[in-house]
């Protein structure tokens, strides 16, 4: 029964997602793990409140807005590769969640 394993990565920096999942593809192509994706996502757009200012005519309240890129990777079987993409040192910048999925055959 192989293990299908499904890595999120999300980031608000574009630029260094993109460049651990190339790394992870290559790293995939290079062991021949077959892989799916990375598959983009639209980007959420995210706002923060920042405080509101001390003078007393001024009431508008700042918002920080950012956008929050994902990427998804399947990996079906090959769990050591998995595994250890998921024990990498990734930059701060980047989240990983891993799902875990065990699949049975039909039969």
Do not use: C, N
């Not at 757009?45 to 001024?58: H, P």
């Amino acid at each position: 029964m192989p293990f299908v394993t499904t890595l999120t990565f999300t980031s608000g920096d574009r630029h260094t997602l993109e460049s651990v999942v190339a790394d992870i593809k290559e790293s995939a192509t290079r062991k021949g793990v077959e892989l799916k994706g990375p598959h983009p996502e639209p980007p959420t757009e995210q706002a923060v409140d920042l405080s509101a200012r001390l003078l007393a005519d001024d009431d508008a309240i700042d918002r920080w807005r950012y956008s929050v890129y994902t990427r998804t990777i399947t990996i079906v079987g090959h769990d050591e590769f998995a595994r250890a993409i998921t024990e990498r040192d990734l930059p701060d910048a980047v989240h990983l969640e891993a799902e875990i999925e065990r699949r049975s055959s039909v039969g």
